[in-house]
């Protein structure tokens, strides 16, 4: 029996966890300070496990006036792994930290548990719900590593950090593989809540340091039948070699689900709605600094720098139903949101700027990769759900700006005969936001909407410097986009007898992607003798957005039936290239664009019926602009080119095929303007629309001067094969309004 009103109860798992971990060395030397050889070195490893689990187990009966089942992790870790020192002769430093974190945060009512709430509201953070099932997870993990080392012949500093971070956030209603349902019959509104918060942070910072010296060589002088260093104003010596190395590498791997589900479960809420919310909010930074540097030395001198930063993200982020039987008479809501950002910087800088008969250069490099192959799905799968309005919404966008994925690097070095230095920088996402219905009834008593909507930008850009006063000077810089996400909102079964979706209002699909895509490389240099430099750029976009219904029986009672799918993207490439020399300079610019994107709406196989209209509209919208250029100067010979090749293969399409389809048109619905302006109509009956716009901006220049010869190039390609469709095939088509088919 109820006691009173105020019978509610609270289930509640709480952890918040805090470390901070140390590990250094400052100066371990070989023999002391003034020993030959120094050794820096500092190892920190941390197995991070936080299991945190609210639960209600099978075989529980629960009755109350409200419950409230929450799960909420805190998660903050700090990692410093440093070192450092000098020597007489041999320095080398190297820190290593690995940071492996596992956290679950989980909030569930078990197969098999039967809870019954009444008419009571519990207020947890602004959730104001009769039922509230939430687990929370924020976490916040800071992992750097660094050192220098210093030598008088040689040094060497390395660094490396290591982050690898799996989150599982579920907030759930029964699961999958219980022998029995979970029943649970709600007083008022129902909420089931994940989320995951924070930021990941990885550091590596390295510098190396030779001095240089010179060997005392009087005979009979001890010192210098050992070979010890002798400071050169001694007199006379030797001149030595100094040797500078620097190195460094971040790298993060996400991993993990954020679930919010309702999975062999009957539910019924009896007075309120039912929401499902997973999200993720996430900014994943990884950073590398280098530098290396000889100064003092008379003879052999080499600086080397490298930088590597490194960002691998494969997230799951869904709010779905399956194999369930829900109903209620308020609203459904299905929400699944991604905020997640990616950084990766790199930079490398190394000197060894002496002048001597002896080689001496400096050679840096610099590399920062982003991969991210992220799934944000919201979805009813083998449902049967009866409610007011239904609407299942998946968004893939970064928060307060518009930046989603980036990737910096740059290098610097100065040499004295020789100067080599190149940056690259790298993006490849495989993501797909998607919101669909499949082998399910289903039975909105308002309207019916499923929408997807990915959107952000991704930066790529390189940048090298390179100088030398004796002989070469090479600088190159690298960008890479390769972008191949899918967005996607659909309807479909494997049976068209066996399943229906039917709604009062109008049922709605809605998929759009909008974003740019930036690639920037630059080489810049000038040496005595000759110089190169050589700016790159490559961007690839091939994108597949699609509104569809696939075999499945849509009927809207008293509304329209409307699929829509577009694409909304600019690419954007920058190259450049520059030089100076006494004698020979060379600079060259590239930039590559390649865009194969489809946009698809279309019914096939199907049965739908619209008490008003029924569209398909497809839409398809490309800016493209290309800057490249070169400039050089030398005294005998200057060269300069510059390439672009852009290819545009991409297709729009609406259609309706091998199906059935009806339109009384009783009502309008609002289509964009067959005539490219981007203005919308009211249409009444059955449009089928796909429209696609491409246009390129195209801008290279090659500016090269020589007292006896200079020459420059440009050549530039463009291939467009661009389409778009709008057809009906083998279908039956009938209508009281009007048939449109346009394309453009």
Known sequence: AYQSDYQKVKVEALSDAETFNLSGVFGLKGGGVEGKTGIGGAYLQVDYTNNTTASIKEGAKVKAEALSLKADSGDNTILIAESGGAAGKYGVDCSFSLLNANVSTEAQIEGGAEVETRNGVVDENGDNVNLLIDAEETGRFFNISGGVMKGKNVGIGVSTSLTEVKRDTKALIGEADSTSKAKVTAGGDVKVKASNSGWVSTWALAGALSIGARNYDSEGDPAAEEGDNIPSEVGGGNPKSGFSIAGDAAYNHLSGTTEAAIISTDLASTRGGITLEASDDLLTSATTGTAALVVGSGGTSLGIAGSVSVNKSALDIYAYMKDSTVSCPGDVSLTADSKDVLWAVSAGGAGAPAVSDSFTGALAGSVSYNNSSNSILTYLEGVDLSAGEISLSATEKPSGHDNRIIARAGTLDVGGKLGVGVGVAINKTEDQVGSYIKNSRVEASKALSLSSEMGGDYHAAAASLAATWGKVALAGGVSINEISDEVYSGIESDDVASENVTASGDVTLTSSYNTTIFGGGGGFDGSSLASVGVGVVYNSSSAKVK??????????????????????????????????????QMASSVVVNELANDTEAYISGSQVSAYNSLVA?????????????????????????TATVTTD?????AYIENSKVEAKGHGTYTVPKADGSRDTQEVRGVAVIATHDSSLNLWTADLEGAADVGVGATVSVNIFKDSSQAYILGSDVSTTGELSLIHI
């Not at 039936?561 to 290239?577: F, N």
């Not at 839409?619 to 005294?635: C, F, L, N, P, R």
């Not at 293969?649 to 399409?653: G, L, Y």
């Open 547 to 584: 509104s569809y219904i696939e075999d499945a029986q849509i009927d809207s009672k008293k509304g329209s039936v409307a699929l829509e799918a577009s694409y909304t993207g600019t690419v954007d490439g920058r190259s450049g290239g520059a030089g100076i020399s006494k004698t020979t």
């Open 617 to 641: 509209v497809a839409q398809g919208d490309e800016d493209i602009a290309v800057y490249d250029g070169t400039i050089g100067g030398s005294k005998t010979v200057s060269i300069g080119g």
């Open 649 to 653: 293969e991409s297709d729009t399409k």
